[in-house]
């Protein structure tokens, strides 16, 4: 649902495969195992009929494992079709992060390294050491290259590249 609003699947395509095979759920079990198969590993994905992105994290991993893929009553199925309409694009998806690193036991956490780290976490320590320092550099090349198309000279006493009259004969 999250990920086909946010592009990662085609659009309505979870949705589409939920409806599809609502009467019978045993075929919707073989197809979403197929689905998580064809996610770990990206590509084309027959269960769709599309190209399906690489989902990375290991959360697919084990897809073809028995009970990886729940056997869903018609209701649940419902259920999901229903909470497939909403606009997932909004979501948080740090929500999604410590919604599975709670679903897994310590043990199978610290095997995958399933331990989320909070966008403001990350933020707190890529903008400073990362984002800041890449966006004062781009802003001082920004500014060189005005010197040097508004009248600025290059090293030596060259005329900019485009300095006015520059080659043109028109001093």
């Known amino acids: 649902m999250f990920a086909e609003d946010v592009g990662l699947l ?13 009467a019978d759920p045993p075929t919707l079990r ?15 994905s027959p269960v769709l009929a599309a190209k399906v992105l690489h989902f990375n994290g290991k959360l697919f991993k084990n897809s073809a494992a028995d009970g990886y893929s729940l056997l869903l009553k018609p209701e649940q199925i419902d259920l999901l079709i229903e909470a497939a309409q909403a606009n997932w694009r909004e979501v ?11 679903a897994l036991n ?22 400073p050491t990362v984002v800041e320092p890449l966006r004062a550099e781009w802003a001082n090349a920004q500014a060189a290259a005005l010197v040097l198309a508004y009248g600025g000279s290059r090293a030596g006493g060259q005329p900019a590249a485009g300095q006015r009259g520059c080659g043109c004969r028109q001093f």
């Open 106 to 127: 310590p043990t199978e956490r610290h095997a995958l390294g399933a331990h989320y780290t909070p966008r403001a976490y990350v933020e707190r320590l890529v903008l």
């Open 92 to 102: 948080e998806p740090a929500i999604f992060g410590t919604l599975l690193e709670r």
């Open 30 to 44: 073989l197809m979403l195992q197929s689905l998580w198969t064809d996610m770990d590993r990206g590509g084309f």
């Open 10 to 22: 085609p659009k309505d395509a979870f949705m589409g495969l939920l409806q599809a095979h609502r």
